[in-house]
């Protein structure tokens, strides 16, 4: 069992940043951010994994590519969310997931892929 505790969100004006982050109880190979909508399905933001070697590898949403970035603190068991030149699009809740397994770049993104979630953080972006 693997509880995820987020914290860090709030509202920004467009071009802000913020920093998401999230602390696990356990040691999940992979962690992930979603994001939600109301009424539009969890969208897979960002993953950092376990890769070949050892090393910490990453995947993200096209939308989100050159101004997000994912990164964990193992002693701390913290993953994080740097999150640049934030957009009003980028408003959402925010979730934080972890799962065990292989990641594929193909699949990544799939919330299926994740067992255990955090209960959520609101990111705001005002125009």
């Known amino acids: 069992q693997v509880q995820l505790v987020e914290s860090g969100g709030g509202s920004v004006q467009a071009g802000g940043s913020l920093r998401l982050s999230c602390s696990a109880s356990g040691y999940p190979d992979r962690m992930a951010w979603f994001r939600q909508v109301p009424g539009e399905k969890r969208e897979g933001v960002a993953v950092?994994?376990?890769?070949?070697?050892?090393?910490?590898?990453?995947y993200y949403v096209d939308s989100v590519k050159g101004r997000f970035t994912i990164s964990r603190d193992n002693a701390k068991r913290t993953v994080y969310l740097q999150m640049n030149s934030l957009k009003p699009e980028d408003t959402a809740m925010y979730y934080c997931?972890?799962?065990?397994?292989?990641?594929?770049?193909?699949?990544?993104?799939?919330?299926?892929?994740?067992?255990?979630w955090g209960q959520g953080t609101q990111v705001t972006v005002s125009s």
């Open positions: 997931a972890a799962g065990f397994g292989v990641t594929y770049g193909s699949s990544w993104h799939y919330s299926t892929r994740y067992n255990y």
């Open positions: 950092i994994y376990t890769g070949t070697g050892g090393t910490d590898s990453t």
